[in-house]
């Protein structure tokens, strides 16, 4: 029987340590107490991705009003990062002695596994809906559910090329791209540059060729059941790289994610495939902008979609657990977080899907009902990403990014498929054992 996967972040943390080692003990570290020099109020610091323009926003509407609400206790907002290197990122902050009290945790089996972050507080459970486990503990306050991705598209450029109705197939939708390129425009913007933006294509084409069908294929990678050269992984990249080198903006290893509403706005791009949170980003750039959203099929025209709960979401640091004003601060924020006037306002700036038990409801247009009916709809298969299982299904913390620039590569280098894939199969074999040692 395999063993559980237990992937230590000490080991991805030691070249960082020896570098940045000496520069511990600036700023507010987690070790911090949460009292002010004159005892009265408490101060806790907040870590999570701020990749996204929309989320982070409405993080720091949240965090401010609650400090308006709550003029004793102080929040200190570290999150100065992108999301692409979020990991990284918060590695960097741990081995300076900078770990956030509070901290969006998205690796939450390493983290946790490393001793870095507590189980979420027992009198915070009852918030939520069925939170995941990981080794039968909830870590995590999640922010919201997993929500679907799919294409994003300008009606007016389906219009402008004779496109009448949506795909039931995928090959219906490469017959769609071959029209949008025959009107003169460009089929797809991919923001390259950020390297998390390069999942949501891989795992589309992972999704339905692979974990549709096997939602335990991580595990039985791990343990050299399967293979990255299987008949299955090598279609799915195929696909993956004929729709790069066919229909996707010739600039997108150096478009940032942050620019790809522009593309879809201006003109420049007929389509962009990402999640529900780019919504309200198109809206705000152009509220005259008129959009549609839908899953793009596989080839037998079923429709398979990210959906699945995963363990992510507010986690607090083991530091800040020892300080119990400090963790009291924090559950308070927590509450106020997740209270429906302010929760509401949170999903409504990203188009989430609520996690809480409590009824959380906020207005939603065409493409937010299109996502809230595959989330819906018993005929769609619901997964997650190559990286979001845990336990069995764990990957190796540092594979993920690496996978995503090796595909960029054989994209660039028009490289062969199968001879990629021996490539990353083997590097997915020696990080498993390196993680395991």
């Not at 991805?12 to 107490?33: D, H, K, P, S």
């Not at 937010?368 to 845990?390: E, G, H, R, Y």
Request: glycine letters at 6%; one cysteine or more.
């Amino acid at each position: 029987m395999l063993k559980k996967a237990k992937f230590r972040l000490t080991a991805l943390l030691l070249a960082t340590v020896m570098i940045l080692g000496a520069c511990a003990g600036n700023g507010t570290g987690a070790g911090e107490t949460g009292a002010d020099s004159g005892g009265n109020k408490i101060s806790f610091t907040i870590g999570y991705a701020a990749g996204d323009p929309a989320a982070k926003k409405a993080i720091a509407d949240t965090v401010k009003r609650f400090m308006e609400a709550n003029p004793d206790i102080e929040i200190k907002d570290l999150s100065e990062n992108s999301s692409s290197s979020y990991l990284d990122w918060l590695k960097t902050k741990d081995a300076v002695g900078e770990f956030p009290d509070l901290v969006e945790m998205r690796d939450t089996e390493v983290f946790a596994h490393a001793g870095k972050i507590v189980e979420l507080p027992s009198d915070l459970l009852d918030l939520f809906d069925s939170p995941p486990a990981v080794e039968g503990k909830v870590w995590n306050a999640p922010l919201s559910m997993n929500a679907p991705q799919g294409i994003i598209y300008s009606k007016k450029a389906y219009a402008d090329a004779g496109i009448t109705g949506l795909p039931k197939t995928y090959d219906e939708f490469i017959a769609i791209q071959e029209k949008l390129k025959a009107s003169g425009i460009t089929p797809i913007v991919v923001g390259g540059k950020d390297i998390f933006h390069m999942g949501f294509w891989v795992n589309k084409f992972l999704i339905d060729d692979v974990y549709a069908q096997d939602p335990d294929w991580n595990s039985k990678k791990t343990a050299k059941e399967v293979s990255f050269t299987d008949a299955n992984v090598v279609q799915a990249m195929t696909d993956y790289k004929e729709l790069f080198q066919n229909y996707v903006d010739k600039g997108w290893l150096s478009t940032p994610d942050n620019q790809t509403v522009s593309f879809l706005i201006s003109g420049k791009a007929a389509q962009l495939y990402s999640g529900t949170w780019m919504f309200s980003q198109v809206e705000e750039a152009d509220p005259s902008f008129e959009y549609g959203f839908y899953a793009v099929p596989d080839r037998a025209g079923k429709v398979n979609i990210i959906g699945l709960p995963s363990p992510a979401g507010w986690s607090l640091s083991t530091e800040a657990a020892k300080d119990q004003a400090k963790s009291e601060a924090i559950k308070k924020f927590i509450r106020f977080f997740f209270a429906p006037e302010q929760y509401s306002q949170y999903l409504a700036s990203i188009n989430g899907i609520p996690s809480t038990k409590e009824k959380v409801t906020y207005e939603t247009a065409e493409a937010m009902q299109a996502a809230l009916a595959l989330m819906n709809d018993p005929n769609v298969t619901k997964s997650l990403a190559i990286n979001n299982w845990w336990g069995e299904n764990l990957i190796p913390p540092q594979f993920r990014n690496w996978f995503y620039k090796k595909l960029q590569e054989m994209v660039v280098n028009d490289g062969d498929v199968k001879t990629y894939m021996q490539q990353v199969d083997a590097e997915y074999d020696n990080q498993v054992k390196a993680n395991s040692m």
